[in-house]
Nanobody, 123 residues
Framework: QVQLVESGGGLVQAGGSLRLSCAAS????????MGWFRQAPGKEREFVAGIRWSDGFTTYVDSVKGRFTISRDTAKNTVYLQMNNLKPEDTAVYYC????????????????WGQGTQVTVSS
Protein backbone atom coordinates (compact mmCIF):
# COMPACT_ATOMS: atom_id res chain seq x y z
CA GLN A 1 0.00 0.00 0.00
CA VAL A 2 1.01 3.56 -0.70
CA GLN A 3 -0.25 6.54 1.24
CA LEU A 4 -0.35 9.97 -0.38
CA VAL A 5 -0.88 13.11 1.67
CA GLU A 6 -1.34 16.47 -0.03
CA SER A 7 -0.84 19.90 1.46
CA GLY A 8 -0.48 23.48 0.32
CA GLY A 9 -3.88 24.36 -1.03
CA GLY A 10 -5.65 27.60 -0.20
CA LEU A 11 -7.19 30.81 -1.46
CA VAL A 12 -5.22 33.07 -3.77
CA GLN A 13 -5.98 35.96 -6.08
CA ALA A 14 -5.69 35.61 -9.83
CA GLY A 15 -2.07 35.95 -10.90
CA GLY A 16 -0.82 34.56 -7.61
CA SER A 17 1.09 31.37 -6.83
CA LEU A 18 0.72 28.27 -4.69
CA ARG A 19 2.85 25.19 -4.19
CA LEU A 20 1.23 21.86 -3.51
CA SER A 21 3.10 19.00 -1.88
CA CYS A 22 2.40 15.28 -1.93
CA ALA A 23 4.25 13.12 0.57
CA ALA A 24 4.33 9.43 -0.28
CA SER A 25 4.77 6.75 2.35
CA UNK A 26 4.24 3.05 2.71
CA UNK A 27 5.32 0.72 -0.03
CA UNK A 28 7.33 3.12 -2.16
CA UNK A 29 9.72 0.52 -3.56
CA UNK A 30 10.28 1.34 -7.19
CA UNK A 31 8.72 4.76 -6.70
CA UNK A 32 5.59 4.68 -8.75
CA UNK A 33 5.10 7.29 -11.49
CA MET A 34 3.01 10.07 -10.05
CA GLY A 35 0.75 12.86 -11.14
CA TRP A 36 -1.62 15.61 -10.14
CA PHE A 37 -5.27 15.69 -11.10
CA ARG A 38 -7.97 18.23 -10.35
CA GLN A 39 -11.72 18.25 -10.15
CA ALA A 40 -13.87 21.35 -10.33
CA PRO A 41 -17.52 21.31 -9.19
CA GLY A 42 -19.72 19.57 -11.70
CA LYS A 43 -16.78 18.46 -13.82
CA GLU A 44 -14.87 15.25 -14.27
CA ARG A 45 -11.51 14.72 -12.65
CA GLU A 46 -8.81 15.74 -15.12
CA PHE A 47 -5.08 15.18 -15.48
CA VAL A 48 -2.86 18.19 -14.76
CA ALA A 49 0.77 17.03 -14.63
CA GLY A 50 2.83 13.89 -14.19
CA ILE A 51 6.40 12.87 -13.38
CA ARG A 52 8.59 9.76 -13.38
CA TRP A 53 10.80 9.21 -10.36
CA SER A 54 13.48 7.43 -12.36
CA ASP A 55 14.48 10.21 -14.73
CA GLY A 56 12.33 13.20 -13.84
CA PHE A 57 10.44 13.12 -17.13
CA THR A 58 7.42 15.41 -16.91
CA THR A 59 4.24 15.95 -18.87
CA TYR A 60 1.44 18.53 -18.60
CA VAL A 61 -2.02 19.25 -19.84
CA ASP A 62 -1.92 22.11 -22.37
CA SER A 63 -3.90 24.51 -20.18
CA VAL A 64 -1.16 24.65 -17.51
CA LYS A 65 1.98 24.51 -19.65
CA GLY A 66 4.27 27.42 -18.86
CA ARG A 67 2.46 28.12 -15.57
CA PHE A 68 2.71 24.91 -13.54
CA THR A 69 5.82 22.88 -12.75
CA ILE A 70 5.87 19.39 -11.29
CA SER A 71 9.00 18.21 -9.50
CA ARG A 72 10.14 15.57 -7.06
CA ASP A 73 12.45 15.27 -4.07
CA THR A 74 13.64 11.68 -4.01
CA ALA A 75 15.14 11.97 -0.53
CA LYS A 76 11.80 13.10 0.90
CA ASN A 77 9.57 10.92 -1.29
CA THR A 78 7.67 14.08 -2.07
CA VAL A 79 6.22 15.45 -5.30
CA TYR A 80 5.48 19.13 -5.73
CA LEU A 81 3.26 21.18 -8.01
CA GLN A 82 4.34 24.79 -8.31
CA MET A 83 1.45 26.81 -9.71
CA ASN A 84 2.14 30.32 -10.97
CA ASN A 85 -0.06 32.89 -12.67
CA LEU A 86 -3.14 31.17 -11.32
CA LYS A 87 -6.48 31.79 -13.00
CA PRO A 88 -10.03 31.46 -11.67
CA GLU A 89 -10.51 28.44 -13.93
CA ASP A 90 -7.76 26.65 -11.97
CA THR A 91 -10.12 26.50 -8.98
CA ALA A 92 -10.62 22.85 -8.06
CA VAL A 93 -9.77 20.12 -5.60
CA TYR A 94 -6.29 18.90 -6.50
CA TYR A 95 -5.43 15.25 -6.02
CA CYS A 96 -2.08 13.53 -5.92
CA UNK A 97 -2.03 10.20 -7.73
CA UNK A 98 0.29 7.25 -8.24
CA UNK A 99 0.24 4.38 -10.70
CA UNK A 100 2.10 1.10 -10.89
CA UNK A 101 3.65 1.33 -14.29
CA UNK A 102 3.43 4.62 -16.13
CA UNK A 103 2.47 8.22 -15.54
CA UNK A 104 -1.31 8.24 -15.12
CA UNK A 105 -2.98 10.63 -17.54
CA UNK A 106 -6.53 9.47 -16.92
CA UNK A 107 -8.36 8.81 -13.67
CA UNK A 108 -8.85 5.18 -14.62
CA UNK A 109 -5.08 4.64 -14.74
CA UNK A 110 -4.53 5.66 -11.11
CA UNK A 111 -3.84 3.04 -8.47
CA UNK A 112 -3.55 5.32 -5.43
CA TRP A 113 -5.16 8.66 -4.64
CA GLY A 114 -4.49 11.28 -2.03
CA GLN A 115 -7.34 12.88 -0.11
CA GLY A 116 -7.29 16.10 -2.12
CA THR A 117 -6.59 19.73 -1.31
CA GLN A 118 -8.74 22.69 -2.28
CA VAL A 119 -7.33 25.45 -4.47
CA THR A 120 -9.49 28.54 -4.91
CA VAL A 121 -8.48 31.38 -7.21
CA SER A 122 -10.46 34.60 -6.90
CA SER A 123 -10.81 37.07 -9.75
Amino acid sequence: QVQLVESGGGLVQAGGSLRLSCAASGRTLGRYPMGWFRQAPGKEREFVAGIRWSDGFTTYVDSVKGRFTISRDTAKNTVYLQMNNLKPEDTAVYYCAAAYQRIPVAAGEVDYWGQGTQVTVSS
